[in-house]
């Protein structure tokens, strides 16, 4: 069974830091290209990053750039996000997704596969 897990959510102050992981299960991320994305109730699903398949080249969300990074580590099948100076506005549901386009760039629309979410809440 295809499966995206995400983990590495919670609660945390205001300027804190918080790593979240997406584990695949059933099929190999080498040849996807991943997203991030997060929800707030009420508002759209926004992208907040992307790593593409190959090269492994990155987008970020204007409001995410120089404080969130996107990496990934085939061998562990995992992809992460490590966000750093968390602010109350960050505060969301946050999904991975896996784009099954091989390419050079990455993409908010169009993901194959999704996660259930994991909860990260920037309070103080």
């Known amino acids: 069974q295809l499966q995206l897990v995400e983990s590495g959510g919670g609660l945390v102050q205001p300027g804190g830091s918080l790593r979240l992981s997406c584990a695949a299960s059933?099929?190999?991320?080498?040849?996807?290209?991943i997203g991030w994305f997060r929800q707030v109730p009420g508002k759209e699903r926004e992208g907040v990053s992307c790593?593409?398949?190959?090269?492994?080249?990155?987008k970020y969300a204007d409001s995410v750039k120089g404080r969130f990074t996107i990496s990934r580590d085939n061998a562990k099948n995992t992809v992460y996000l490590q966000m750093n100076s968390l602010k109350p506005e960050d505060t969301a549901v946050y999904y991975c997704?896996?784009?099954?386009?091989?390419?050079?760039?990455?993409?908010?629309?169009?993901?194959?596969?999704w996660g259930k979410g994991t909860l990260v809440t920037v309070s103080s």
């Open positions: 790593i593409s398949s190959r090269g492994s080249s990155t």
């Open positions: 997704a896996a784009d099954r386009r091989l390419g050079y760039v990455c993409y908010y629309h169009g993901m194959d596969y």
């Open positions: 059933g099929f190999t991320l080498d040849y996807y290209s």
